[in-house]
Nanobody, 124 residues
Framework: QVQLVESGGGLVQTGGSLRLSCAASGFTLDLYAIGWFRQAPGKGREGVSCISGSDGVAYYADSVKGRFTISRDNDKNTVHLEMNSLNPEDTAVYYC?????????????????WGQGTQVTVSS
């Protein structure tokens, strides 16, 4: 059974940092592309970052480029999202997702497995 579990969310002040984790079970993580998405209240889902399964190539949305870093630990079957210089516009529920076809994308429709999400709140 494929399962993704996010952790690491919380409340942080503007300028602070958080590290999100996405723990995978039921499949081998390095065969899948993994994406991070977020959804703020009243807004649509936004692709934040993604990383390929084969060679670890990463992509970022312009809104987070230079502030967020995605990485994968295949030994622990986990993907991390390091978030720095956070601002209130980063407040959202963050989700990780897996694409069994392996290609990277910042479009949610490309992913067939999703976690339950973790709340990130940035106070001003």
């Amino acid at each position: 059974q494929v399962q993704l579990v996010e952790s690491g969310g919380g409340l942080v002040q503007t300028g602070g940092s958080l590290r999100l984790s996405c723990a995978a079970s039921g499949f081998t993580l390095d065969l899948y592309a993994i994406g991070w998405f977020r959804q703020a209240p009243g807004k649509g889902r936004e692709g934040v970052s993604c990383i390929s399964g084969s060679d670890g190539v990463a992509y970022y949305a312009d809104s987070v480029k230079g502030r967020f870093t995605i990485s994968r630990d295949n030994d622990k079957n986990t993907v991390h999202l390091e978030m720095n210089s956070l601002n209130p516009e980063d407040t959202a529920v963050y989700y990780c997702a897996a694409n069994s076809r392996g290609f990277t994308s910042l479009f949610g429709s490309s992913y067939n497995y999703w976690g339950q999400g973790t709340q990130v709140t940035v106070s001003s």
